[in-house]
């Protein structure tokens, strides 16, 4: 039974085959050749020829153009106050004022010293102008032979005697007048004023004491300072020492104020630099009218300078490196082809970057050149705005 089916199946198979005919075999493929290499995607810039600015930022702090402080010239408990933090002071406004009760009684007693004084002056000009009167009579009588030379004698000295007395008293005048002019001058001191030449107002800044504290003489009471024009301080390296210098104009910004640009000008710089920061102070007057910036913010300074003559500039993404060395792909609008050309560059700024050699001219490749090859073809070559 077995041996039946085995045969079965062998008979099928064969009849299979002949339907088929003979079997076909397949030829080896040669192996294929390499794909030509695709022109890569680039995007283009143009070379310019213009002058460069160079871009240099530094970080300072705000100042007052002018701040001081004032102090009470006299001592005494602070009675009142006439103005406070933040307030605008004119030149010669009474800011505060001490306890004077005693000093008002010095004044009034000098004022009362003046007025005897005064009055002892009158009544030793009536005493002289007497004098002169008998003495010009006694002249007469003893011209006359009335009078002796004795009378006449003691007439004149009473009248000498009467002049110096009203010398004296007129002295007396005098240094009363002084000893209450003295006096006024320190009640003035029981009253807290500060003055300064121009009429710029200034602004109390601090405010020292309390009222009611009892105050030595000399001791600050409040520290005014001037900011209609502040001073923008920065502190330079050695490598950026040149880079500002009185005269020059830069550009101010503030994070308190984002997007809005302030012009100051560099007024004074040290001579020196300090042994320990090994920096040098720079000073830079910013004009502050409406008074939008106070004292210590924090700016940013931006100076700017404008090369003399035009220079090859390519942008900073246009820079690649072979072989550690600096190069960029001219790009052939006719043939859309790049050549590499090795390049020395000098200074920068924020987009643009200074080739020194060779001159260059046309357009540059920016952005597809990490692949590329000198005299490879490529494709798109879009420009960049």
Do not use: C
Request: charged fraction near 20%.
């Amino acid at each position: 039974m077995k041996k039946n089916l085995l045969l079965f199946l062998l008979a099928i198979v064969s009849i299979s085959l002949w339907f088929q005919g003979p079997p076909q075999f397949s030829q080896p493929t040669a192996p294929t050749s390499p794909t030509a290499r695709t022109a890569p995607q680039v995007t283009i810039s143009e070379v310019l020829f213009a002058p460069m600015y160079t871009v240099r930022t530094f970080s300072g702090s705000l100042e007052s153009e002018e701040q001081f402080n004032v102090s009470a010239r006299a001592a005494g408990t602070l009675q009142e106050l006439q103005v406070d933090i933040g307030d605008r002071v004119r030149s010669g406004q009474i800011l505060a004022n001490l306890e004077d009760s005693q000093q008002s009684l010095v004044v009034a007693q000098a004022s009362a010293e003046l007025m005897v004084a005064i009055a002892n002056e009158d009544d030793a000009a009536s005493r002289a102008q007497l004098a002169q009167v008998s003495m010009e009579r006694v002249r007469s009588l003893h011209r006359q032979n009335i009078t002796s030379s004795a009378e006449l004698d003691q007439a004149e000295a009473e009248w000498e005697a009467q002049q110096a007395r009203l010398r004296l008293a007129q002295a007396q005048v005098e240094l009363k007048r002084l000893a209450l002019e003295q006096a006024k001058l320190q009640h003035s001191y029981f009253t807290i004023t500060a003055s300064w030449n121009d009429g710029i107002p200034r602004v109390v800044e601090r405010r020292l004491v309390q009222r009611g504290a009892y105050l030595a003489s000399g001791t600050p009471v409040f520290t005014l300072a001037k900011i209609h024009t502040l001073t923008a301080t920065v502190f330079l390296t050695q490598a950026d020492y040149y880079a500002l210098n009185p005269g020059d104009a830069v550009e101010i910004t503030v994070p308190t104020h984002p997007g809005e640009i302030f012009h100051g000008t560099v007024v004074r710089k040290a001579p020196a630099f300090d042994e320990l920061s090994r920096h040098a102070r720079v000073e830079i007057s910013l004009p502050n009218p409406e008074q939008k910036l106070q004292p210590g913010m924090f700016v940013q300074v931006r100076w700017r300078s404008e090369s003399e003559h035009p220079v090859y500039q390519v942008p900073h993404n246009a820079i690649t490196y072979r072989n550690g060395r600096p190069a960029i792909f001219l790009f052939d609008p006719n043939s859309s082809t790049v050549q590499q050309v090795e390049v020395h560059t000098g200074r920068e700024d924020a987009r643009m970057v200074e080739v020194l050699s060779p001159e260059i001219s046309g357009f540059v490749i920016v952005a597809g050149h990490e692949r590329l090859r000198d005299g490879d073809t490529v494709s798109g070559g879009q420009k960049k705005p």
